[in-house]
């Protein structure tokens, strides 16, 4: 398995309060990512990092942050969370070489009430 | 626009028999294409991938097929088991991005 543990992994919170989920990874991989799954949806991509400080958005970036200050700790941030972002969160990494696959965390069920 | 599409949400397999799951995109410069397997509470596991040069790639009971002119994809398990009950995920890639779009899945049920 893939040396990629998610933190916490189930959080219950409520409206409006900052929640922080962390990623990390033991792999040394250059590529992370944070994705939602929700039914109907798939996995969406929400941000993504190909380096340290570096980061980009993906598709459902809207109300979520990242920081990346170290090669294994990829962290997502939902400044004041609301109800719609209840989702599971997937933390994702890949290496740099051409066509790999991404290996996947565990997942964090996050309820906000 | 969704541009990689899992039309069937479910699907149901006597076991011994042949499941075939299936996924369209739309983007023509996507060149690799994945599929995962998903338990409950669980993340993807990655299960096969192939790249635009090949047309089929096999990793024993599962064999991916690919079809660029239809711009169609193809999972066969072959003989179905009940331990491949799961929800399947077709992704694809574009060279250079690093990013991948995900379909919205395939709950496959294998029936004793």
């Known amino acids: 398995d893939a040396g990629i543990t998610q933190s916490p992994r189930h959080k219950v919170t409520e409206t409006g309060t900052p929640v922080t989920l962390r990623c990390h990874q033991t792999e040394n991989h250059r590529y992370m990512y944070w994705y939602r799954q929700d039914p109907g949806h798939g996995l969406r991509l929400i941000h993504y990092s190909y380096g340290v400080k570096d980061t980009d958005k993906g598709e459902v970036s809207d109300g979520y942050s990242v920081s990346r200050s170290k090669t294994e700790d990829f962290l997502l941030t939902l400044e004041s969370a609301t109800s719609s972002q209840t989702s599971v969160y997937f933390c994702?990494?890949?290496?740099?070489?051409?066509?790999?696959?991404?290996?996947f965390g565990d997942g964090t069920r996050l309820s906000i009430l | 626009d969704q541009q990689v599409k899992q039309n069937s949400p479910s699907l149901s397999v006597q076991e011994g028999r042949i499941s075939i799951l299936n996924c369209d995109y739309t983007n023509s410069m996507f060149d690799y294409f994945l599929w995962y397997k998903k338990y409950p509470a669980e993340g993807p596991t990655f299960l096969i991938s192939i790249s635009s040069i090949k047309d089929k790639n096999e990793d024993g009971r599962f064999t991916v097929f690919l079809n660029k002119s239809a711009k169609h994809l193809s999972l066969h398990i072959v003989p179905s088991q009940p331990g491949d009950s799961a929800v399947y995920f077709c992704a694809a890639s574009a060279s250079g991005t690093y990013k991948y779009i995900f379909g919205t899945g395939t709950r496959l049920k294998v029936l004793a």
């Open positions: 994702a990494i890949r290496s740099d070489r051409d066509n790999q696959p991404q290996h």
